[in-house]
């Protein structure tokens, strides 16, 4: 098995980095990339980027030297695969907009539709263009450890569950797409393929391609990629060796970069808030939505160091609140926080609300070199109001 070892050099460019940026560092993101052409070489599987996930155009000679392609959500991703990636473009949506149909046909070599009623009302046009088609499949086990994040979950609208599959609508039909994990191990992969096999099995052998869509944290320290291997090679085996498909988002970005900010301000009201040029709400939602805590370099639970903080983003929202951190030594005005693993679901899902700075983008290249890629500024927020 290939290790990912991942050792940051960022505090070697920390003086250079004007914040709020987005660093990738280029020689973490190759980790992961060699984690992942590893299981490719090993198992056969195909890998595509998906782009609601990790979206780092300048990343891309890298990123599709060791990547079959992307997979799209709607016509923009998938006009962005095409144009940037220029490899495999696979488009899925939970439902297709007539004028937007016709393009996504034109560019895509792989279209998901959700259900039987898309299918029939695009069936025409994507036999036409041939394209190879598929649905969406949903497969009735839930996995995911958080509700929102659960495709598979009471009363969800994403895929076809078993009841409702048209066996005598399937004619053009070459591929079955499934997508039920959340940053989970091999083991949950495994339940939910049990399930969809249980129900759907009796279609694979029509097929070309199968899709395990994505969610498979294949990059993190603990994951048994050595079981993804097998657990592949069997499933082709068993299935007369159909192609598969995998889409990790996040596994391609993790760990690969961080967010610098800087402490604006500490106020005081009960406990010391240190104010950042940064924000939870507009740069980091997903510390709000999912929820999680986010890591932050030589800091320690709200009591384990020293010097208790909460820090805070700059923006009129009051819950724009990162969270509670300890540190060995008191935070000061202009001082730099490094907010770990930031590069998956940060840049794709930022705003400008409150009329906030999006951060700057820069990557920090394997010779040690460091280059801002993108620096955004009034323009964008006038752009978007």
Sequence with gaps: MIKNQKISKLENVLEKIQTP??????????????????????????????????ALQDSFYLVSKYLDGCCASGLYEAKFAYEKFKKEVHTYSPAFKDEDIDEILEISHHVVFNSFSQWKKFRQKALNKKVSC???????????????????????????????????????????????????????????????????????PKMKWINFGGGHHITREDYDIDRLVCVIKEFKKRCNNVEVYLEPGEAVGWQSGSLVASVLDVVENGMKIAILDTSAEAHMPDTILMPYRANVRYSGLPNEKKYRYRLAGNTCLAGDIIGDYSFDEPLCVGQKI???DMMHYTIV?????????????????????????????????????
Excluded at 370 to 385: A, C, D, P, T
């Design 21 to 54: 940026t987005y660093v990738c560092e280029e020689e973490l993101l190759e980790e992961n990339l060699k984690r992942l052409s590893y299981v490719k070489e090993q198992s056969g599987v195909k890998i595509l980027l998906a782009l609601k996930g990790f």
């Design 134 to 204: 598929g649905l969406r499949i949903n497969p009735e086990v839930s996995s995911s450890p958080v509700e929102m994040y659960d495709p598979s979950g009471k009363f969800s609208r994403l895929g076809i569950t078993k009841a409702n599959f048209e066996e005598n609508e399937i004619d053009g039909i070459e591929g079955l797409h499934f997508h039920a994990l959340c940053e989970q191990n091999v083991d949950a992969l495994e339940r939910v393929l049990k399930g969809f096999e249980e129900k759907f099995s009796v279609f694979i």
């Design 349 to 385: 899902k930022n705003t400008t609300f409150n009329g906030i700075k999006l951060p700057d983008i820069a990557m920090l290249k394997k010779d040690g070199s460091y280059k801002v890629l993108k620096h955004f500024g009034y323009k964008e927020y006038e752009r978007r109001n």
């Design 338 to 340: 490094i907010f770990e």
